[in-house]
Nanobody, 121 residues
Framework: QVQLVESGGGLVQAGGSLRLSCAASGRTFSSFAMGWFRQGPGKEREFVAAISGSGGSTYYGDSAKGRFTISRDNAKNTVYLQMNSLKPEDTAVYYC??????????????WGQGTQVTVSS
């Protein structure tokens, strides 16, 4: 069982930056791949980024490439999403997720409650 708690969301102007954090419970955090997804108003849940358990492999959705960076600190049981050059279309609830394997689809076993990111123009 893994419990995930996101933080770091908020209101930011276009062009600004935010760093999301996702803290995980449990002693086997490094055995889990972690993913970030987002869901905007009236939209389907969209893959943003994922990282392997060791942190050695990362994956990005098209909307995140070149602007967002996923990373993890296994000693702190935390995964991060650094978001730069934010755009109004990045406005969404951002969710972190955990599973034994990194997926680009929402097939993860464990999910956080989400954190709202709002980008104003």
């Amino acid at each position: 069982q893994v419990q995930l708690v996101e933080s770091g969301g908020g209101l930011v102007q276009a062009g600004g930056s935010l760093r999301l954090s996702c803290a995980a419970s449990g002693r086997t955090f490094s055995s889990f791949a972690m993913g970030w997804f987002r869901q905007g108003p009236g939209k389907e849940r969209e893959f943003v980024a994922a990282i392997s358990g060791s942190g050695g492999s990362t994956y990005y959705g098209d909307s995140a490439k070149g602007r967002f960076t996923i990373s993890r600190d296994n000693a702190k049981n935390t995964v991060y999403l650094q978001m730069n050059s934010l755009k109004p279309e990045d406005t969404a609830v951002y969710y972190c997720a955990a599973d034994r394997v990194a997926h680009v689809s929402p097939l993860y076993d464990y999910w956080g409650q989400g954190t709202q990111v709002t980008v104003s123009s």
